[in-house]
Structure formats: structure tokens, C-alpha cells
């Protein structure tokens, strides 16, 4: 039986330990603009995965994603040897390195928030304006004389 929340909860762990090894004791130039995001274990325990995005030195400067996973991949064993330790479960899984989207479709989703606000507002200015088709009160009103009629 898989325990999900003890999935989790070393998911959790794994992640820790390896930002803290990026950080403080990987002195690989290429992982310094690198950043852990997020960890899944499978069910057995035996496989994770290690989400993680790189930002550039700048602003406006392009991360090197190439350079970043190469210097993930050099570090694997040492980080692998560090989540072992950290951990002090039976079988220390092997670890995957996954570049994260999400800063990526992050900024899609503001730059589709932005479009979406320009026409609302361009919406509203043509609404402000407008005036019904027909009656302003479309509905009828004098239905009690119609009553007193019948």
C-alpha cells in the first residue's frame, strides 16, 4: 500500500536538502542562478524528481538552461549522497532534474490578464456611450388596466 502522505512528506524533505546543497556547498558556478521549486516521489519511494527554474544574472538577461542542467547532472551523485544522509531512509531514490515553466507561463498569463483588461476597458468606453435598441423599459407596465378590461 502507498503512503501519499509519507510521499509527500520526503518529497518535501528532498527538496530542502537539495536547494540547501545548491546554496551552500555545490561551488559549481553553473547552479548559482538556480533555484529549487518543487519535489515529487513516486509511490514506492524509489524515483523524485526535483523541479527547478534558473533566473538570469540580470533582468534582462537570458538564463542558460543548458549550462544549469549539465551542472545538475555533474551534481547528481553528490546530491543524491546528501538526500541519503538527510533523510535516513532504507533506499535513497535516484534523483531527476525537471526544468520548472512555471516564472514562463506565468508571465503568459499576466501578458494574457493585461490584453484582457485593455479590452474590458475598451468595452466599457463603448458602453458608456450606448443607449438600448428599443424602449427603455421593455417590459409592460399596465397590466392592470389590461385586467379591468376583461
Known amino acids: 500500500m502507498v503512503d501519499q ?3 509527500r512528506r520526503l518529497a518535501k524533505r528532498i527538496s530542502a536538502i537539495v536547494a ?3 546554496e551552500y556547498e555545490i561551488k559549481d558556478p553553473r547552479l548559482r542562478y538556480v533555484t529549487v521549486t518543487d519535489a515529487k516521489v513516486t509511490g514506492d519511494l524509489r524515483e523524485a524528481t526535483v523541479y527547478y ?4 544574472p540580470t533582468i534582462d538577461a537570458e538564463p542558460d538552461y543548458a549550462e544549469a542542467a549539465a551542472g545538475l547532472d555533474k551534481a547528481r551523485g553528490i546530491l543524491r549522497s546528501k538526500v541519503g544522509a538527510g533523510t535516513g531512509v532504507k533506499f ?3 534523483l531527476a532534474f525537471s526544468l520548472d515553466k512555471v516564472p514562463e507561463v506565468a508571465r503568459e498569463m499576466e501578458e494574457l490578464l493585461a ?3 485593455q479590452i ?3 468595452v466599457a468606453k463603448v458602453a458608456a456611450n450606448a443607449t438600448h435598441a428599443g424602449d427603455a423599459d421593455p417590459y409592460k407596465t399596465d397590466r392592470d388596466d389590461e385586467a379591468d378590461g376583461e
Open 5 to 7: 502522505a509519507r510521499a
Open 20 to 22: 540547501t546543497a545548491i
Open 53 to 56: 527554474t534558473v533566473m538570469g
Open 92 to 94: 535513497t531514490p535516484t
Open 115 to 117: 490584453r484582457a483588461r
Open 120 to 122: 474590458d476597458d475598451e
